[in-house]
């Protein structure tokens, strides 16, 4: 499945996101536009790394950087495992949990974002970290059944370019799952995964795709009452 018509960002330190466009699209294309603007938390931290110069504050002195013998995934995931420590509250929308056992598996809760179907809901991701991360993307897939275009029913597998060819090692698994929250609200009908769900779009039948989208988030998403 092709995925390379997903949005990608451009992202900065200071000022936020600075730019968003198709993946077809020239630095100067006059189809660029600005993210929404809580597409980030303030104060949401980037990797930084010798040959990436981004702005912005410097690790503290107790952060955890990679020791000689140990991968450069390891020590990137216990860098990671202290900033979602000390940043816990600066996403309400995000919840990242890493695996006791396993520094390389984790999970992610995110909320459904408002004024879409899944509002209310809330959605599972697991996170598979290759031990070459950040120089490679982490597996990330829904594990609560959803009803979009971009993501397998069965599988939970998402077509996003920042998982596939469109990756940076400035991105975290905090603004991966911001990015995939962004994905939820903004379907790509022309590069579906479930395909049910991308006719309904390219359709043109909006209230026959989030009817279905709110079941599903009713049924799958949403504590039971009672």
């Known amino acids: 499945m092709d ?30 536009r600005l993210p929404p603007h809580n597409f980030f938390p ?13 702005s912005g504050p410097s690790p503290s002195d107790d952060a955890t950087f990679p ?19 000390r940043e816990k509250s600066a996403d309400p929308d995000i919840q990242l949990i890493c695996d006791d056992s396993n520094i390389f598996k984790w999970t992610a809760l995110i909320k459904g974002p408002s004024e879409t179907p ?37 599988t939970g597998e998402i077509c996003l370019d920042i998982l596939k060819n469109a990756w940076s090692p400035a991105w975290t698994l905090q603004s991966v ?13 022309d590069s579906p995964l479930n395909c049910d769900s991308g006719n309904l779009l390219r359709s043109g039948d909006i209230r026959g795709y989030q009817s279905m989208a709110r079941m599903y988030t009713r049924l799958a998403a949403m504590p039971k009452k009672g």
């Open 118 to 154: 899944f509002e209310g809901g809330v959605f599972q991701l697991a996170f598979s970290i290759p031990e070459q991360y950040p120089l490679l993307p982490p597996q990330v897939r829904f594990l609560t059944k959803i009803f979009h275009p971009n993501v397998h029913f069965k």
């Open 42 to 54: 303030t104060g949401q931290r980037l990797r930084v790394f010798p040959f990436v110069l981004l």
């Open 3 to 32: 995925c390379s018509a997903r949005r990608w960002w451009v992202l900065g330190r200071k000022s936020g996101p600075s730019v968003i466009g198709s993946a077809h699209d020239s630095p100067t294309s006059p189809s660029r």
């Open 67 to 85: 020791t000689p013998g140990s991968s450069s995934g390891e020590g990137s995931c216990e860098l990671e495992y202290k900033e979602v420590q």
């Open 177 to 189: 799952c911001r990015a995939i929250i962004a994905l939820m609200a903004h379907p790509e009908p």
